[in-house]
């Protein structure tokens, strides 16, 4: 497929793209993808600013990046498909940007704790939905998502905070429970309020959906990442 082709390399896939339900699913979920890689980048960057290290400050830095360079791939794929990418995202401006109010930091280490629980939720979930998209834009998702991963980073300040004081455990354990349920709350409503994504999971276009039992055991695999993720931070109890 060339660069400014929109229509996906396969047979199948250029029968689900004729499909208007389901070109409008893939267009939500790039949108709101993309939009949630713009505010990762402005958090980030602004965290940069309260980094207790210059390397610390630099890490931080980077990660931004390649949150900016996602949503700027992300757009591009969203111009192929024939859709703006700014009135693409508007839909997704507002709850995103009560959750991230609703749930802002109140220190550096909380904002740790949140780029990789909190940001790490969101992006199994969208993978999750990308299983159900064209090769093309499931690759592309998939990749972005996999580019933004901050594990090392994240693991070795939280564990070494908790490690000077114990106490701070305790406390991030509970901003983590916390971040759980409210990312898992935007998640469903996003997946709820978008027809095109509802449908999307419901099937359609000779591809399978998800039954009320395959929803659950979706959220049942969300749970279990977050969990090894909590552990991954000593924030397991």
């Known amino acids: 497929m060339t ?27 790039l949108a709101v993808i993309s939009y949630g890689e713009l505010v990762a ?22 990660m931004a990046a390649a949150e900016f360079e996602n949503a700027l791939r992300l757009n591009q794929r969203l111009s192929e498909l024939g859709a703006d990418p700014y009135e693409a995202m508007e839909p997704f401006r507002e709850p995103l940007n009560a959750f991230h109010a ?78 759980m349920g409210e990312a898992l709350t935007q998640a469903q409503g996003i997946a709820a309020e978008r027809d095109a994504l509802s449908a999307l999971l419901a099937g359609g276009v000779d591809r399978p959906g998800m039954d009320l039992a395959a929803l659950g055991r979706m959220f049942s695999r969300l749970t279990e990442r977050h969990a090894y993720r909590m552990a991954e931070l000593g924030l397991a109890h």
């Open 3 to 29: 660069e400014s082709s929109p229509t996906p390399a396969s047979g199948n896939d250029r029968i689900a793209f004729d499909d208007p339900d389901y070109r409008a699913a893939v267009v939500d979920l």
């Open 41 to 62: 980048f402005e958090r980030l960057a602004e965290d940069a600013k309260s980094a207790p290290s210059l390397a610390a400050k630099v890490d931080l830095a980077t």
């Open 102 to 179: 609703h749930t802002a930091p109140a220190d550096w280490l909380e904002s740790l704790v949140k780029a990789y629980v909190g940001d790490g939720l969101a992006r199994d979930f969208y993978a999750e939905i990308a299983a159900f998209l064209d090769v093309d834009s499931r690759d592309l998702i998939l990749s972005a998502l996999e580019r933004t991963q901050h594990s090392d980073f994240v693991v070795e300040h939280v564990r070494a905070a908790i490690a000077a004081d114990p106490r701070v455990g305790g406390r991030l354990a509970l901003w983590g429970r916390r971040l």
